[in-house]
């Protein structure tokens, strides 16, 4: 399996997760979700819910709305269906939660595996944070280093494009020591309520939310600390 294949099947595991949805729903929340998965399609997505299917971690089922019932006699198509997470697709998953190798602090998989951290136990999610930002910090050494080596020989266009790849980089560290920091110090992050609530954080039992890149974690209050 490609490592992009596995990151496609972690993702819709973690939706799944999440509830049943149709194919649609499906690509619509990896699009939208998931920079990572923006430029891919349905040729892409089917063949990994068949290999999910063929495995056991998911079943079919028909779609169950008003409107699915209708339309299908109507357009001479079948109903919608429904992918739902069977309990051995949830122990599966819960599985690649755990791990926490080389693999996910490289750019794509760091992606999927962060948009899942509101799934994922603090301990797990430490590790990665930590793991990425090693993996960044060595990057940025030999970007510096490289850059030392070849200034000189540089036009001012090419400079200025390895120096903005260096401030990303920077700036991504930066993220990563904020949230490292208030995952140490047992805070979660909230994003602001919505009609009075927010989301509930699954893992931790306190609300949960991502912070955006530079953003600082807010001060601790009786309402952010978990219980």
Known sequence: MSRRSGILEFAVLGLLRESPMHGYELRKRLNTSLGVF????????YPCLKTLLANGWLIEEPGNTTEDALAAPLTGRRAKIVYRLTAEGKEHFEQLLSQTGPDAYEDETFAARFAFFGQTSRDVRMRVLEGRRSRLEERLEKMRSSLSRTRERLDDYTL???????????????????LIESERAGRDLKRPATGGSAQQDTTSGATGGLPRPGESPRPDTPDDTAT
């Not at 923006?38 to 892409?44: D, K, L, V």
């Not at 200025?160 to 904020?178: A, C, D, F, I, K």
Request: aromatic share 12%; hydrophobic share 35%; net charge negative.
């Open 38 to 45: 923006r430029a891919f399609s349905y040729g892409t997505l």
């Open 160 to 178: 200025e494009l390895q120096r903005h790849g260096m401030e990303s980089v920077e700036r991504e560290v930066r993220w990563l020591n904020e």
